[in-house]
């Protein structure tokens, strides 16, 4: 990332974005393009650095409750028009009012845009480039993978302001490992692409070129999964963590047997026997 860039963010990016830089005019803050059965959520603010202004948070909650209910849909692509992913909350819409009361009713939206990510039965896959900081980087913990450039760099960095990052938190420890997260709580400190990868945020670092390439690749792995095991294993994924042990193989033993059921597992099981039953002839 360029350095007068790098510079501006420290000051309007940190922890969350400048409306006063949105750009676009009348253009919608977020935008949903389709690609068969791929679907692409697009922050549309990127002089704002797609600071999530509560205009952005209504537009992906919108998004994300009508693509989850579409069967025409099985994955989606979070991504991010500009040179940064996301640089958090609006600091200036959040300045602006400060209530107790708004700003619980604002971290109470946001809350239902993550946890909307979560309760999608598609993956969600985070298509990161640039900076991904505070609530930013949220979304890319929020999401089931993600993908991110060489030169994206990561930060939970409201303690530089004097906030900790306490929503941030919950999906960032649910994804890194605790001393690691807890490090980048407290210190607000950046780490890079290839640090977020072998920590666990994301999935996959590729050149800023590549990116598209690699999240498509990784859609088109999906796709060429049974839908019906795909959806019923994210569910099962994410409720067993909550459990304890007992009660995680009692929910997965339910799930698999009911996923044995359907007619592509067992065609398929059919298929392998059959194969490996030729294979010995």
């Known amino acids: 990332m360029a350095a007068v860039r790098e510079s501006a963010s420290r000051v309007a990016g940190e922890m969350g974005g ?3 830089a949105d750009a676009g005019g009348d253009a919608a803050p977020v935008q949903v393009a389709r690609d068969g059965a791929v679907a692409t959520v697009w922050l549309n603010r990127p002089e704002a650095y797609n600071a999530l202004s509560e205009a952005v948070l209504a537009h992906l909650g919108a998004a994300f409750e009508a693509l ?3 069967a025409a849909v099985r994955v989606v692509v979070l991504a991010a028009r500009g040179s940064a992913f996301c640089a958090g909350h609006d600091l200036r819409e959040m300045r602006a009012t400060p209530s107790d009361d708004y700003y619980r009713q604002l971290f109470a939206r946001c809350t239902r845009v993550m946890t909307a990510i ?3 039965p598609q993956p969600v896959i ?3 480039q640039g900076l991904a900081t505070a609530a930013g980087c949220q979304l890319v913990a929020s999401c089931d993978l993600a993908v991110a ?3 994206s760099r990561f930060a939970v960095s409201g303690i530089n302001l004097g906030l900790f990052c306490s929503t941030p938190s919950v999906a960032l420890s649910r994804n890194v490992l605790r001393k690691q997260a807890f490090e980048m709580l407290v210190t607000g400190e950046f780490i890079d692409a290839r640090q977020a990868m ?3 945020l994301v999935n996959r670092v590729t050149p800023a070129g590549n990116l598209d390439a690699e999240v498509d690749l990784l859609a088109r792995s999906i796709l060429a999964k ?3 095991a795909v959806r019923m294993g994210k569910d099962l994924f ?3 963590l909550e459990m304890g042990t007992a009660a995680a193989y009692q929910l997965a033993g339910q799930t698999m047997a009911c996923n044995m059921m359907d007619e592509s597992a067992l065609a398929g099981v059919q298929a392998f026997l059959d194969k490996r039953s030729g294979s010995r002839r």
């Open 238 to 240: 994410y409720r067993q």
């Open 18 to 20: 400048d409306a006063g």
């Open 126 to 128: 985070a298509r990161v």
């Open 198 to 200: 072998a920590w666990g």
């Open 149 to 151: 450039s060489e030169e």
């Open 68 to 70: 989850g209910s579409d």
């Open 226 to 228: 049974p839908e019906v």
């Open 118 to 120: 979560r309760a999608m």
